[in-house]
């Protein structure tokens, strides 16, 4: 593939406001008269979505497999991929995604346990080199994302996702993920602190986008 576009993604534990600020980065780069695709993991194509559905599911009466529940991350990601975000990186347009491969090192590779070699081996497979160019990480205290996710959960009345149910101590173990893998790349990563009023989150990544997309147009 000859990449053309740049390829954006967010990340972040449940509730730091990584939807809130999805639409602030595609307008941010709209105004600018970039063409965005915007997008979402698990997911973002029909079949990916199927996917999503199942790896969301709290079904109780079967527990879902931590290898099972790597490859159909990475099943998603693959259909993504070659239904999405390929093509339209190949004609130029810019992809902003709601997360990526950094959730699989945080969720999986973090907050299940699998060994980040394993997920590594999986992320060449199926990614061939390809990797974001920017990740914007939000990052706040557990407790203060904790209760903006409980009241995003009542005023929409949700369920909680098989995710969401999980206790404090996952969450913790993919924060600290998150943050090692920012700390080892602090090129491609954006660290925000996602603990502001929006309006200052928001400056935060705005100032975080202009730095980049100047050199890259
Ligand atoms: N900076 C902020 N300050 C206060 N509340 C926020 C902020 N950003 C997002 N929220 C609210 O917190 C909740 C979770 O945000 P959301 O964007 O859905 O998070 P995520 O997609 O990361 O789970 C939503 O109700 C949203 O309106
Ligand atoms: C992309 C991805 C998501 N996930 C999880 C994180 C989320 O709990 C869940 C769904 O993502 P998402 O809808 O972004 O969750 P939220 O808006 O509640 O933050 O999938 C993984 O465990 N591994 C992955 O590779």
């Not at 740049?6 to 999805?22: A, Y």
């Not at 009345?157 to 913790?172: A, C, M, N």
Request: charged share 25%.
């Amino acid at each position: 593939m000859t990449k053309r576009g740049r390829f954006i993604t967010l990340e972040g534990g449940e509730g730091v406001g990584k939807s809130t600020n999805m639409a602030f980065v595609v307008a941010t780069l709209e105004a600018q008269g970039i063409e965005v695709v915007s997008t979402r993991e698990p997911g973002g194509t029909p079949r990916a979505e199927a996917i999503r559905a199942l790896l969301l599911d709290p079904a109780p009466e079967e527990a879902l497999n931590t290898d099972a529940e790597l490859l159909l991350m990475f099943a998603a990601r693959a259909q993504h991929l070659a239904e999405k975000i390929i093509p339209a990186l190949s004609r130029g347009a810019w992809v902003v995604c709601d997360r990526f491969t950094d959730a699989t090192f945080a969720y999986q590779g973090g907050g299940r346990g699998v060994a980040f070699e394993r997920i590594a081996q999986l992320e060449a497979f199926v990614q061939r080199g390809l990797a974001p160019d920017l990740t914007l990480l939000l990052d706040m205290p557990l407790s203060a994302a904790q209760s903006r996710l409980e009241s995003r959960l009542s005023s929409r009345q949700e369920q909680r996702d098989r995710f969401e149910q999980e206790q404090g101590d996952f969450f913790q173990a993919v924060r600290r993920a998150y943050l090692e893998r920012a700390g080892a790349e602090p090129n491609r990563f954006a660290l925000i602190n996602a603990h502001q009023p929006l309006e200052d989150v928001q400056a935060d990544i705005e100032q975080e986008l202009a730095k980049r997309v100047a050199a890259w147009r």
